[in-house]
């Protein structure tokens, strides 16, 4: 059922965190967060979800906000929406995977809504950001009553639409490290359409090359929508690491990436047509994230 | 739950008083008699709803109304400026790119914002920026044809 009003709920604005957490505790299971809707308001219409308060976390500065965090690494606050991370030449510059998805992520209308902490909370397999941050040894910093921890992004997802965060702790950044240089990553999404699609299939590529640019010496590959969870697949990394990045040694790993996923066939695509293109999308973002580093 | 909340809209401040269920897209349109932003698919698909908040191009069906407070909101009525109609407007009705005239000013106000940060975009640049915004009438040329042409107008200025 879907209907265009939403129904009716009491709704709060805090302004801290603390106060944020202080209505959860107060109100529990008949209150939820609100970011930037574009999940959550949909979800309502469809009738799927009707909290009967929303305690929204727009107007919390703290969360907020895109920051070199001192050492060439980037911080960027949850609130952050989607628009103002394609806009960043912080991102851009230290986390172009990143600035890859949201380019392909809704559309402009929506990005200047959706938040990166949404992607990442509603937990869905196809999140867009996630496989990227995964490349990119990124880390959350979630916030709870019981205080703060860190999780690894790859950490943070444990089932479709599950993630380890708890209902009272607030997902407040994202924490991505200092490039290693000479490193790069790249993210391609495969969609059935040019925009305003969810991902067939997601790849995030990460490399590092020695002093000299000739030997992969790390890599990082996260593949997105082809199994419960966003995934690393250490095997195909094994197989970049101490090799030179040619068109062989691509084309080997590629193969075996599209072997390791473990995707569903859906209304969307079938699980032979994903793992076929996982081994497309791979050799295509390990392809260009080298092009990246060696220019 | 109604809340009492300031609404910056096209330059003037609107004091109203609404329930806090209530979209953006419903209080323009009810509230506040500002029906040139139209309702279509009120899940964020289709654009025919956009507006400008703080000159970004927004799906005002997926704003809560009170979440807009505080913002500036540009709708299709506050492009024209006395009577005379903004470049892309022009250039919309030069290129014949209205037919139903549904979608244009979702359309309008998407190219307007893309324009704004992208003075001298390519064709397929423009694609991509209205790729949020669907027309089942034109086949979407003409549309594409008057944002280039509204360009090349907004940069001899």
Redesign the interface.
Known sequence: M?L????????H?PASVAEAQGLMTKYGSEARFIA???DL??AM?KREAAPGR?I?L?NIAALKGIADDGSGGVQIGALTTL?EIERSPIVRKGALALCDAVEVM?????R??ATIGGNLCSGVPSADTAPPLIALKAALKLVGPAGERQVPVEQFFTGPKETVRKADEILAAILIPKPEAPSAGCYLKLMRR???DLALVGVAAWLKLDGGKKVCVEARIALGAVAPTPIRVAEVEALLVNKTIDAGVVAEAARIAGMQCRPISDVRASLEYRCSMVEVLTRRAVTEAHRRIIG | ?K?DIVLKVNGSAYHVSI?????LV?VLRETLGLTGTK?SC????C?AC?VL?DG????S????A??AEGKEITTIEGLSQGGKLDPVQEAFVRQTAIQCGFCTPGMVM?AK??LDENPEPTARAV???I???LCRCTGYQQIVDAIMAAAETMRAR
Do not use: W
């Not at chain 1, 809704?106 to 929506?110: E, F, H, K, N, T």
């Open positions: 879907f265009r009003r939403l129904p009716k709920f009491e709704y604005a930037g809707g574009t308001l949909i219409k929303l929204s727009g628009g809704g559309s402009a209308q929506v200047s809504l040019h925009a305003m | 739950m809340r329930e806090t269920h209530r979209t419903e309702k009120s899940e964020g698909e654009g956009t908040v970004k191009p927004t799906a069906c997926l704003l809560l009170v979440a998407a914002a893309f694609r991509k920026a790729s949020g915004n």
